[in-house]
């Protein structure tokens, strides 16, 4: 059987990045994948401005304080100054106004006899400095934080909100992204009613479905759900038929991978396609399939909640981020303190758990029975404790690693 290690770089050996981009406004590509490097031909900040609501005047007249100097204009912010200040001048000047010709230095408001402001007050004829400022002081020259042909973003890199502000600071409206990875998701089990139906005896509600379209959408992808395909091989086939026509990029089912007598997913897939696998090392999660169904790369998660749930943290979060095109980053993994025994039968183990810091030290201890069906133990917990393969048990107070997961 192979090992998590081996089963995930067989996957990603199956995966490119989608070479198609969009070009999408800025307010919509919070989350999508930045398709190219980008480049500014700009300065920026544009022009040499104040940091500070004060006086603009030259360094070498306030040497020696306090000093009087004449006041020869007001510049707010927004407006370009029209004078150049002359040895004995200032210019009351805002914070993000434009430094004016002659000037090197500005003295904030509160060093100067007019630290009071109130709104709407005229600029004085006189100010006094009362202390001295040095050239350059308090002034953001002009391409301080970006100068042309600094690399601004790099390809590969998921925009988040900082990202999008920084593109109209440069004022860039659209930017190309890569086009995200379309996923179908399916369930397969007679057993499995849509969560708007009251339950029968026999029956469960698909919580599968919901929990693996979010998963793939919070790793950027479109999704469409297609449903329940009930134990059979022909309505499984037609399910998996109409993820084909929809020209999906990655199928998603859970369930029917295993050893069962109604396990028809493995034998859909061994029809119309290719099973590379469809067992792997660890716990929970044993039943996991991987392969292709007519040439459309196929996940067959298990069917139990959190191990379809981890299924697709470890094997299929990894395979979407390739397909995005994301440079992925090394996981973050803690260091943490068990705080219980744990019992593993060898099987690299991902257990639900709680980490918590206490004096500084991360904490972890298990949220309740690690059955792969309480989907209510994963919904308490905050990471997923790596037992690694081989290990049987930890002491409280051995030393684990914690995979943080929100
Ligand atoms: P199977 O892989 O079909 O043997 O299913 C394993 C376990 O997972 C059974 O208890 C199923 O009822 C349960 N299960 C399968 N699919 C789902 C689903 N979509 N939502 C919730 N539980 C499921
Ligand atoms: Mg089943």
Same mark, same amino acid.
């Given at each position: 059987?192979?090992?998590?290690?081996?089963?995930?770089?067989?996957?990603?050996? =199956?995966?490119?990045?989608? /070479? %198609?981009?969009?070009?999408?406004?800025?307010?919509?590509? %919070?989350?999508?994948?930045?398709?190219?490097?980008?480049?500014?031909?700009?300065?920026?900040?544009?022009?040499?401005?104040?940091?500070?609501? #004060?006086?603009?005047?030259?360094?070498? %007249?306030?040497?020696?304080?306090?000093?009087?100097?004449?006041?020869?204009?007001?510049?707010?912010?927004?407006?370009?100054?029209?004078?150049?200040? !002359?040895?004995?001048?200032?210019?009351?000047?805002?914070?993000?106004?434009?430094?004016?010709?002659?000037?090197?230095?500005?003295?904030?408001?509160?060093?100067?006899? =007019?630290?009071?402001?109130?709104? #709407?007050?005229?600029?004085? =004829?006189?100010?006094?400095?009362?202390?001295?400022?040095?050239?350059?002081?308090?002034?953001?020259?002009?391409?301080?934080?970006?100068?042309?042909? &600094?690399?601004?973003?790099?390809?590969?890199?998921?925009?988040?909100?900082?990202?999008?502000?920084?593109?109209?600071?440069?004022?860039?409206?659209?930017?190309?992204?890569?086009? /995200?990875?379309?996923?179908?998701? *399916?369930? &397969?089990?007679?057993?499995? *009613?849509?969560?708007?139906?009251? !339950?029968?005896?026999?029956?469960? $509600? %698909? &919580?599968?479905? @919901?929990?693996?379209?979010?998963?793939?959408?919070?790793?950027?992808?479109?999704?469409?759900?297609?449903?329940?395909?009930?134990?059979?091989?022909?309505?499984?086939?037609?399910?998996?038929?109409?993820?084909?026509?929809?020209?999906?990029?990655?199928?998603?089912? +859970?369930?029917?991978? +295993?050893?069962?007598?109604?396990?028809?997913?493995?034998?859909?897939?061994?029809?119309?396609?290719?099973?590379?696998?469809?067992?792997?090392?660890?716990?929970?999660?044993?039943?996991?399939?991987?392969?292709? @169904?007519?040439?459309?790369?196929?996940?067959? *998660?298990?069917?139990?909640?959190?191990?379809?749930?981890?299924?697709?943290?470890?094997?299929?979060?990894?395979? *979407?981020?390739?397909?995005?095109?994301?440079?992925?980053?090394?996981?973050?993994?803690?260091?943490?303190?068990?705080?219980?025994?744990?019992?593993?039968?060898?099987?690299?183990?991902?257990?639900?758990?709680?980490?918590?810091?206490?004096?500084?030290?991360? =904490?972890?201890?298990?949220?309740? $029975?690690?059955?792969?069906?309480?989907?209510? &133990?994963?919904?308490?917990?905050?990471?997923?404790?790596?037992?690694?393969?081989?290990?049987?048990?930890?002491?409280?107070?051995?030393?684990?690693?914690?995979? /943080?997961?929100?």
């Amino acid at each position: 059987m192979r090992s998590v290690r081996e089963a995930r770089e067989q996957i990603l050996s =199956h995966f490119q990045p989608i /070479p %198609d981009w969009l070009l999408l406004p800025i307010e919509q590509a %919070d989350g999508y994948v930045l398709a190219r490097d980008l480049h500014t031909d700009a300065f920026y900040p544009p022009f040499n401005n104040s940091s500070v609501d #004060g006086y603009a005047l030259r360094a070498e %007249d306030c040497r020696q304080t306090p000093v009087t100097l004449q006041v020869v204009e007001d510049i707010p912010a927004g407006v370009a100054p029209q004078k150049s200040i !002359l040895p004995g001048q200032a210019a009351r000047i805002m914070t993000g106004a434009m430094l004016p010709e002659g000037a090197d230095a500005i003295v904030m408001v509160e060093n100067t006899n =007019h630290g009071i402001r109130a709104t #709407g007050e005229a600029a004085p =004829h006189q100010v006094q400095v009362l202390q001295a400022v040095k050239p350059g002081e308090n002034i953001r020259p002009r391409g301080m934080d970006l100068a042309p042909g &600094s690399r601004v973003l790099q390809a590969g890199h998921r925009l988040r909100p900082q990202e999008i502000g920084l593109l109209a600071m440069l004022g860039l409206p659209q930017v190309e992204v890569t086009r /995200p990875p379309h996923v179908a998701v *399916l369930s &397969s089990g007679d057993e499995l *009613l849509p969560p708007d139906q009251p !339950l029968q005896p026999g029956k469960i $509600h %698909d &919580s599968n479905s @919901y929990s693996l379209a979010g998963l793939a959408r919070r790793a950027g992808c479109k999704v469409t759900q297609l449903g329940v395909a009930p134990d059979n091989l022909a309505d499984i086939t037609a399910l998996l038929n109409s993820a084909v026509r929809l020209g999906v990029d990655v199928i998603l089912s +859970s369930a029917g991978v +295993s050893v069962g007598a109604f396990d028809y997913v493995k034998a859909a897939i061994e029809q119309n396609g290719q099973l590379e696998f469809w067992k792997v090392n660890m716990r929970p999660g044993k039943p996991l399939a991987f392969g292709a @169904y007519q040439n459309i790369p196929f996940f067959g *998660l298990p069917g139990n909640p959190v191990s379809a749930f981890i299924g697709f943290m470890v094997f299929v979060q990894p395979a *979407l981020e390739r397909l995005s095109g994301l440079q992925t980053e090394e996981l973050p993994r803690v260091s943490a303190i068990l705080e219980e025994a744990v019992e593993s039968d060898g099987r690299e183990s991902y257990l639900r758990a709680i980490l918590q810091t206490r004096d500084g030290i991360p =904490h972890a201890r298990l949220t309740g $029975h690690q059955g792969s069906g309480n989907l209510f &133990s994963l919904v308490q917990a905050n990471a997923l404790l790596i037992i690694p393969s081989g290990v049987k048990s930890l002491a409280p107070g051995a030393r684990v690693e914690a995979w /943080p997961i929100g």
